[in-house]
């Protein structure tokens, strides 16, 4: 068979781990400004259901053959993906927008920031991975700049910090985020396709309970144009971009040195704000942004 242009394309992209990273901290950078946006108006855990359901039906054509070849893999480790997806997807994707529901932007960062830091703690716990010099300065200099871009280089703004239920939330979401990256290694070598297809199918069926709970409460989906954009976007960026670079780039550098960037995520918060909302660049966004890239590129080194 003919290698096509394309497919050189794909492998270059899929087997680097530094853009695969940097690609996935983009979409959930969308992810959270998408998620405060439609705060109030769209249930959380509807649209923490629909991500998965959607993104199974559109990946199914895809994959379908892809499974087939995979399944003999799959089968004995079925217990495995089941576990992966309902950490990774169905508890810790809903969760994120019920959080979102009750705090804010800046307190939601603060609580992100903390993901490497429990990544290397929770790889640490399960898996008795160790922590390199390097990788540990790198992680230090990127959260001081994820600091720096937060508090604006003023301390009053970190310490005058109010918390309610939301962070609570968010803090035990990134908690399971760290065990489910931890985790990662334990799924089977299987077609990356096929992989994602599990994971969201799994994650979208579970959650069906919890979504049928939601409309006997009330509060349903409505037809708007917020709505169908919010949920559009979740389930082929937030989803399925996400999701499979995030993987593949875990699968190929380790954990640890993976979640130093995440906290690329404000980085492109900022950038996408001044672009949609015209927010002017400030220099705490300078200082932070070469922090963030000079502790990234420390720690995602060997």
């Known amino acids: 068979m003919a290698i096509t242009t394309e497919s050189r394309g794909a492998a270059r ?16 950078s969308g992810n959270h400004i998408m998620g405060r946006a439609i705060a109030g108006h769209v249930p959380p855990i509807a649209i923490g259901t629909l991500r998965w359901l959607l993104a199974a039906i ?41 959080g979102l529901q009750y705090t804010t932007a800046l307190n939601v960062s603060v609580m992100n ?7 290397v703690a929770a790889s640490a716990v399960m898996f008795r991975d160790t922590l390199t010099a390097r990788q540990g300065v790198g992680i230090a200099i990127s959260l001081a700049g994820v600091l720096v871009i937060i508090s604006r280089l003023d301390p009053g703004v970190i ?21 489910y990256s931890a985790s990662l290694r ?17 994650s979208g069926v579970a959650m069906l309970p919890a979504f049928a709970w939601e409309i006997t409460t009330g509060y349903v989906l409505q037809p708007t144009l917020l709505t169908f954009s919010a949920i559009t976007f979740v389930t082929l960026f937030s989803t399925i971009g996400a999701f499979m670079c995030w993987t593949r780039g875990v699968e190929l550098i ?16 900022a950038l996408l704000t001044g672009v949609l909302l015209g927010e002017p660049l400030r220099i705490y966004h300078v200082i932070g942004f070469v922090l963030i890239l000079i502790g990234v590129w420390c720690a995602g080194r060997r």
């Open 186 to 202: 334990l799924r089977p070598r299987i077609d990356g396709l096929s992989f994602m297809f599990l994971f969201a199918l799994i």
């Open 13 to 28: 992209l899929f087997g680097n781990p530094y853009l695969l990273l940097a690609l996935a901290s983009l979409f959930w």
């Open 58 to 98: 559109l990946l199914w054509p895809f994959v379908r053959h892809r499974l087939a070849r995979d399944w003999p893999l799959v089968r004995p480790r079925l217990g495995i993906i089941i576990y992966l997806s309902l950490l990774g997807g169905a508890i810790f994707g809903t969760l994120q927008f019920v």
């Open 113 to 119: 920031s903390l993901a490497p830091v429990l990544i």
């Open 254 to 269: 380790g954990p640890n040195r993976a979640g130093v960037f995440l906290h690329l995520v404000p980085i492109y918060s």
């Open 159 to 179: 310490t005058g910090l109010g918390f309610n239920i939301g962070d609570v939330i968010i803090l035990i979401n990134m908690g399971l985020w760290a065990i």
